[in-house]
Each structure stands twice: as C-alpha cells, then as structure tokens.
T-cell receptor, first 117, second 112 residues
Framework: EPEVTQTPSHQVTQMGQEVILRCVPI?????FYWYRQILGQKVEFLVS????????KSEIFDDQFSVERPDGSNFTLKIRSTKLEDSAMYFC???????????????FGPGTRLLVL | DAKTTQPNSMESNEEEPVHLPCNHS???????IHWYRQLPSQGPEYVIH???SNVNNRMASLAIAEDRKSSTLILHRATLRDAAVYYC?????????????FGQGTRLTINP
C-alpha cells in the first residue's frame, strides 16, 4: 500500500539554525500538508499546499517557515531560524483531491521529531 | 470548523466491542463526520467517515444519530493494537480540501 514517508526520523539542532524536513507524499496525490504536535499536546495544522502554492496556513506558520515542492516527489518544510518552542513532532500528509469525501482522506507520514537545544 | 466533544479516555478489554462516542450538536448539513486515530509514536491514521447513514469498513463501523448531533465509532472486537487516541473531526467538504482540526480525542486503553 502506498505511504507517505518522512526524513529524517529525528533531528537535533541548535537554536537559530535552519532545518529542512523532508516528505515524499503518495505519488498521485495533489494536496500536501504539514502538521505539528508538541509533546503531550494536540496535533496542529501548519500549512496546506496545492498547485505549487500555499492554499491555507495557520497563525503558527509565520515568516520563519516556508514550504516547497522542489521536484515531482518531495515536499519540504524549512524553518529558517529555529526556536526552542519549535521542538515538536512534524507530520506531513497528502490527499488525492477534494472532489469527494472519500478522496479527501489525508494520509500521514510517520513524522520527524525535531529537538531544538 | 464545528466543535466536537469526546470523553478524554476510555478503557476496554481485548476481544470485546468498543463504542467511542462523539457529540457534535452544532453540525451543519454539509459537514462530514471523520474519525482518525493516532497509535503511539505514529502519525494520525484515517479510520472511517460518514454523512448521514451508518458506515462499515474493515477497521470499524460508524453509527450516526438520526439528527446527526452525535455519532459513535464502533470497534467490533478490540485488539491490543487498537490502543490509540481516537479523534472525531467534522469537515465541510463542500468547501474543498481543508485542514484537519484535531481536538484532544479519546485515549483508548485495551486491557489484555
């Protein structure tokens, strides 16, 4: 069964450093998402991406964050200057399209655990 | 997104049925009811969704009240692998692809 993959599984970085989290969505999917989950808290939406542009973003997704689909397979989340509070599990998700409820199912990757020291 | 209310936690025994309730009294006519679950140390996983009629798939059943103000996710024969946090989420799909808004969900514990 096709699945969303994410790399790395764990990342440790120093405050102020840039990090890039990588995701490979399911190949025929068109919509891409990033979510994050701070330890012990809810899963929070960050951004959605369609047709090479951001379709929606949350208040969390400030100027320090950016997303990119550099080629036909990868979808990346960049944090330019990490802060301690960026420590969280980051999940990538993808969905096929929005035509019907069934195709709107989002498939999540296993996550990248980011620790900012 | 319309709000849902779920119990913080539930406990059941292996091989017994589990009924996970969700209240959504402010649901609109175009809101679909989706359920996702998050196994320990994993990303969320789609379970089932429905609009008005009860739904069954290989993972679970979804029973929707006639007035749609509540629903119940039914795991017919729970296994240890079903221990997870279960999220009930309303999604207005008339508006197209949208973010999932997760609440705290119900943490389901399965006893051997």
């Amino acid at each position: 069964e096709p699945e969303v993959t994410q790399t790395p599984s764990h990342q440790v970085t120093q405050m102020g450093q840039e990090v890039i989290l990588r995701c490979v969505p399911i190949s025929n999917h068109l919509y891409f998402y990033w979510y994050r989950q701070i330890l012990g808290q809810k899963v929070e939406f960050l951004v959605s991406f369609y047709n090479n542009e951001i379709s929606e973003k949350s208040e969390i997704f400030d100027d320090q964050f950016s997303v990119e689909r550099p080629d036909g397979s990868n979808f990346t989340l960049k944090i330019r200057s990490t802060k301690l509070e960026d420590s969280a599990m980051y999940f990538c998700a993808s969905s096929l399209n929005r035509d019907t409820a069934s195709k709107e199912t989002q498939y999540f990757g296993p996550g990248t655990r980011l620790l900012v020291l | 997104d319309a709000k849902t209310t779920q119990p913080n936690s539930m406990e059941s025994n292996e091989e017994e049925p589990v009924h996970l309730p969700c209240n959504h009294s402010t649901i609109s006519g175009t809101d679909y009811i989706h359920w996702y679950r998050q196994l320990p140390s994993q990303g969320p996983e789609y379970v089932i969704h429905g609009l008005t009629s009860n739904v069954n798939n290989r993972m679970a059943s979804l029973a929707i009240a006639e007035d749609r103000k509540s629903s119940t996710l039914i795991l017919h024969r729970a296994t240890l692998r079903d221990a997870a946090v279960y999220y009930c989420i309303l999604r207005d799909l008339i508006q197209g692809a949208q973010k999932l808004v997760f609440g705290q969900g119900t943490r389901l514990t399965i006893n051997p």
